[in-house]
């Protein structure tokens, strides 16, 4: 398998588990195990509702100059509930979220003279900027789960005004989608954003709601790292 089509089968996997309901949380490798935890909620371009994501996708930096954010292999996460979403066993390193993904069901009412009906999915990614990349990075050290915070992200169809970092993740992790207008969207149910940053949250009340939900979301998977 191409790296293009793995990153797409990761991608629709991680899609389809959220739409099926939250799967069993990855269990620690041993007690050194880290991992981040996030909340995302993307804005829609007429900026009348929010939604939660189901999945983001992370890449680990190397060295420090602005080709750090840009990578071949982003990285699922793994895990979601309650509004937050997991890296788990992530390896010690530096960390930033490029990309976030949510699926949304859409049941049409029944047909008339007919009781039963379709349910469609309608797939939404949102491919981050640089500065709202930057402002997702985190350091991962052995034995915690790191908070990354609680972003909202405002979306928008327009990807000629797309940074470097939007570009680059939208070729590699749904190729061909740059020359296909979100138009089509509205016969495939594929939709495809560039997201800038919003307002986010790193405060102490929102560490608490992270500390306080994520021990009830791993505990039982035997996640006693410390959340930091």
Known sequence: MTTKKALSAIVA????????????????????SAGIGVLVKTRAPIKLFSA?????????????????YISTQPIASNYNKDGYIYLLNAPPGRYAAVATFRSQANPPPAPAGGSGFTV????????????????????????KIVFMGEFIVDTSTNFEDADDLQLHYLRLISPGVEDRSNFL??????????????????????SERFLATTRENLGEAGWLAEVD
């Open 185 to 206: 969207g509205l016969f495939s149910g594929d939709y495809h954003y560039t997201g800038t940053l919003h307002e986010l949250n790193q405060d102490e009340e929102a």
């Open 52 to 68: 939660k994501v189901d999945s983001v996708m992370f890449v680990r930096l190397e060295g420090s100059d602005s080709s750090q």
């Open 13 to 32: 996997i991680a899609v389809l588990s959220a739409c099926v309901g939250p799967l069993l949380a990855p269990t620690p490798q041993d007690g050194a």
């Open 120 to 143: 469609t999915v309608n797939d939404y990614a949102t491919y981050f900027s640089r500065d709202l990349v930057k402002a997702t990075e985190v350091t991962v050290v052995p034995g």
